[in-house]
């Protein structure tokens, strides 16, 4: 072979050479020094950033918590033992995110996204951080139009606002849950969408929660993110996260939207088991010392925009179990001072058969009356005070029996208030009907009504108002008030139904 044609044969080679593309890029690597528990230490990462997710070898992902001189903490999202000593960690330059969007209205997903429910893949769904900033002061608009829970007690006394952040608090086996899903069910027809997140619940309380909603048509409109017990604290610590993404995503949309994180007291239990395995000082009852950041910045996502944003809107109802009753407790003064009021449920209440064993004293709502239709200020503003007094007067009239008239009155009066606020569960009230039944009790038409049948009587009389006099529900429906004819009428039927209702 001669130098030409070995020349030629060079040149080919090199435009072969120079003709292949690699798509290539340098990425920042490190390796696990060290894995246990969920928690790994990685070194050779200098360039990660707080929250970045990282791949661990292609087996598994873990975010990012801590970030010192020499070496990157990082916590491992799925099973722990897909993380070993030795492995090659990525860096990925982006956060978690979730897949977001109306196909996932009716699912039951993990808080990575993925569903569990056993209904196939989502397939086409736009993606979102589980991280974000609040909404901008200037963007928000104001809590003015109310979010009904179709719970008489709450309705009327600690009402709710659409964007608003209302805590309820209460020990274990009070019905906190039990106010949650009844305000998901409420909001069948009125155009709000509903996220639950079940955080370190039974596997089993979540499907029985499932089976509820769907009996009563509410999975149509609600995304249900399950991080059960027997996850990892990691996926328990994103659940929150996840589902409030999920929500913003409908929130930017123009929608109206209600969260439910249940609860955020095994949320913060998570995070503490989290801080004290990579070594974080702990604080006050072994808490790191941004707990208080944690929930803070969860819940200020929670927004009403303002009408050039789209007038979206998140409400978050965050659930706190208490330990008897103690509210004092480092979690719950937490959340307390972060959210718009607190629903207390009592166990002596809800013991004594006072359901929803709502707390008056303790009940607030720092929106108030902004966040009620007129009809209901009418008839609700007496009824806390009536109330409130009851069980003041009830203490000291234990210890006597000599009372004047003016006290037994407002006792008597107390105990029909108290019995007409009892509701079942899973049995809510339109506006309409609460706006009636209020009127009748702080009226005192109830008077002759023996204390024990006074629930039974209200039931029957709503279903004999709406026959005889279906124009009474008709005004106070579109025009959210009770007018003084309307009154007149519902004073009438009290009167004719109660002649009705004792014949019999």
Do not use: W
């Not at 909404?135 to 109310?146: C, F, L, S």
């Not at 499932?210 to 249900?224: E, F, K, P, R, W």
């Not at 706190?320 to 009021?341: K, L, Q, R």
């Amino acid at each position: 072979m001669n130098r030409e044609e070995i020349s030629l044969i060079e040149e080919h080679i090199r435009k072969k050479i120079n003709a292949v593309k690699l798509d290539c890029a340098a990425m920042p690597a490190g390796r696990v020094a060290f894995s246990g528990d969920g928690v790994i230490k990685v070194d050779g990462l200098r360039d990660a950033k707080y929250g970045e997710l990282l791949d661990v070898s292609g087996q598994t992902q873990a975010i990012v918590l801590g970030l010192y001189e020499n070496e990157v903490d990082a916590i491992v999202l799925g099973e722990e033992d897909k993380a070993s000593a030795g492995m090659i960690v990525k860096a990925t330059g982006r956060i978690v995110e979730v897949p977001v969007g109306k196909k996932l209205l009716g699912r039951v997903v993990n808080p990575l996204g993925v569903p569990i429910d056993g209904m196939g893949e989502l397939k086409g769904v736009r993606r979102r951080p589980i991280e974000a900033p609040a909404p901008e002061i200037a963007d928000r608009g104001k809590v003015d139009t109310p979010l009904q829970t179709g719970i008489l007690a709450i309705d009327s006394m600690v009402p709710i606002g659409r964007g608003q952040r209302e805590l309820i608090i209460g020990d274990r086996q009070t019905g906190k849950t039990s106010i949650a899903v009844d305000t998901i069910i409420n909001q069948k027809g009125k155009g709000v969408l509903c996220v639950y997140v079940a955080i370190g619940q039974k596997a089993s309380n979540v499907s029985a929660l499932v089976h509820t909603l769907s009996q009563y048509g509410a999975m149509d409109y609600t995304v249900i993110v399950c991080s059960t017990a027997k996850d990892s604290a990691p996926l328990q610590y994103i659940a929150p996260y996840s589902g409030c993404a999920i929500a913003e995503e409908f929130m930017y949309a123009g929608k109206d939207v209600l969260v439910v994180y249940d609860d955020l007291s095994k949320h913060a239990v998570a995070y503490r088991a989290m801080s004290l395995l990579l070594k974080r000082p702990p604080g006050r009852e072994a808490y790191p010392g941004d707990i208080f950041y944690l929930h803070s910045r969860l819940l200020e996502r929670a927004a009403k925009l303002s009408p050039e944003k789209g007038g979206g809107s998140v409400t978050a109802l965050p659930i706190v179990e208490t330990m008897a009753g103690d509210i004092s407790a480092y979690v719950p003064t937490n959340i307390i001072s972060i959210t718009d009021g607190q629903i207390y449920l009592e166990s002596d209440l809800f013991n004594a058969g006072i359901r929803p064993a709502v707390n008056v004293g303790l009940s607030v709502s720092r929106v108030g009356s902004a966040a009620q239709i007129s009809g209901m200020k009418k008839v609700s503003g007496k009824l806390r005070l009536d109330l409130s007094q009851y069980r003041e007067l009830a203490v000291f009239a234990q210890f006597g029996s000599d009372l004047d008239e003016n006290t037994t009155a407002r006792l008597e009066q107390g105990k029909r208030v108290t019995e007409a606020l009892k509701q079942e569960v899973h049995v809510t009230l339109p506006v309409e009907h609460q706006i009636v039944l209020l009127y009748v009790t702080v009226k005192e038409l109830l008077k002759n009504v023996p204390v024990k049948s006074i629930g039974a009587f209200n039931a029957e009389f709503l279903k004999y108002l709406d026959a005889a006099y279906p124009s009474v529900r008709e005004s106070v429906r579109e025009t959210g008030n009770l007018s003084m004819d309307a009154g007149l009428t519902i004073e009438d039927a009290v009167t004719e139904f109660g002649k009705i209702y004792f014949k019999e």
